[in-house]
Structure formats: structure tokens, C-alpha cells
């Protein structure tokens, strides 16, 4: 029940840190160092830098959603105020199942 419980905070607290900069969300031009010229490519290896796996990053897919596989407590204890501001830049948001994309 903690773990749940943790999870959901983590999601709440990085759900609320995008909302407070929603006027940066699909601002890519924004970023100062990009990994890649497309957004997603770019938030895909600063995920993995941040939270590296062995596993797919995208670990599902919904009708225009993809959802993916780096938990968000995960990433919180990793990423400066600046990375999570890029990946939210790059499309990167909070949803009902943790990090997602649009497709």
C-alpha cells in the first residue's frame, strides 16, 4: 500500500509541476541543448540518460497515446527542474498510467 501510495504522490506532484508550466508544454524550439532534432527522439535519451533501462521506453500504445515505460518517483529523484521542463517541451506529460505522449 506505501508503494501505491508513493507512486500516486510522484504522479501527483510531477502532474501539478507541468501544469504550473503549461506554457512550455510542445515549446521544443525552447530547448537550448538538443540531443536530437525531433522532439520525441529527444526526450526518449534524456528519459534513458536520466532513468536508464533495459526494457523498451515505449511500453504502450493507445490510439493517439503512447505510454512510457520510466516510472515517475523514478525519474523525480534524477531530473533537475530544467530536464523535466524539456521533456514537458517535448511533449512529455502525466496521465492516468504515468508518463505518456501524444502520438
Same mark, same amino acid.
Given at each position: 500500500? &506505501? &508503494?501505491?501510495?508513493?507512486?500516486? &504522490? ?7 509541476? +507541468? ?5 512550455? +508544454? ?24 536520466? @532513468?536508464?533501462?533495459?526494457? #523498451?521506453? @515505449? ?7 503512447? +505510454? ?9 529523484? @534524477? ?6 521542463? &524539456?521533456?514537458?517541451?517535448?511533449? @512529455?506529460?502525466?496521465?492516468? #498510467?504515468?508518463?505518456?505522449? +501524444?502520438?
Amino acid at each position: 500500500m &506505501d &508503494d501505491f501510495k508513493a507512486v500516486v &504522490d510522484a504522479e501527483e506532484k510531477m502532474g501539478a509541476f +507541468f501544469e504550473a508550466h503549461e506554457d512550455e +508544454f510542445l515549446k521544443f524550439d525552447r530547448v537550448a541543448h538538443k540531443l536530437s532534432r525531433r522532439p520525441d527522439l529527444h526526450a526518449f535519451m534524456l528519459l534513458d540518460s536520466l @532513468v536508464p533501462g533495459d526494457d #523498451y521506453i @515505449v511500453c504502450s500504445a493507445s490510439h493517439d497515446e503512447i +505510454f512510457l515505460g520510466v516510472e515517475v518517483g523514478d525519474l523525480m529523484k @534524477v531530473a533537475t527542474e530544467e530536464q523535466l521542463i &524539456d521533456l514537458h517541451r517535448c511533449g @512529455v506529460r502525466v496521465g492516468d #498510467y504515468g508518463l505518456e505522449m +501524444f502520438a
